[in-house]
């Protein structure tokens, strides 16, 4: 994925998060059954929120939208969440022995985040043109 697909991609999976996020809220808020709160919490944080500010820091520094270490980040991340929101939902709904699914999703989630947070930290300069075209002091 090169010349900002990386960042594009981001934001077209954050955008079906929020209105997954949405609809959820609308359900719980209807039914008077919020059971799923967590669920709903984390499809905002890790769906909407984090994947739109992936997409934006990648607008502003393509750097880190480039090589496999990016895709890479970008897969564990889209893998890990929706299959850490299932088994928590499945949690939440009383489906036992789901625990370690959790577990091991949230983990793939915390190495998506690492990686990330390895890319902004390595690929972004202290000093280096912004997306403007103006120097960072």
């Known amino acids: ?31 008077g059954d919020h059971s799923l709160l967590a669920v709903h919490a984390h499809i905002n944080l890790l769906g909407w929120v984090s994947m739109s500010l992936f997409g934006l820091i990648g607008l502003a520094y393509p750097a880190i ?18 299959v850490m929101l299932a088994a928590l939902s499945a949690q939440l709904k009383g489906v036992a022995g789901i625990e370690p699914l959790i577990g091991i999703a949230s983990i793939v989630v915390g190495i998506a985040v690492a990686l990330f947070a390895w890319l902004v930290l390595t690929r972004i300069a202290a000093r280096s043109n912004t997306a403007v075209g103006r120097r960072v002091p």
Request: aromatic share 14%; no cysteine.
């Open 1 to 31: 994925m090169t010349d900002n697909t990386l960042s594009r991609a981001w934001f077209r999976v954050a955008a079906i998060y929020f209105v997954i996020a949405v609809a959820l809220g609308i359900i719980m808020g209807a039914s």
């Open 65 to 82: 939208t480039q090589g496999r270490l990016a895709v890479w980040q970008f897969w564990l991340h889209n893998i890990g969440v929706p």
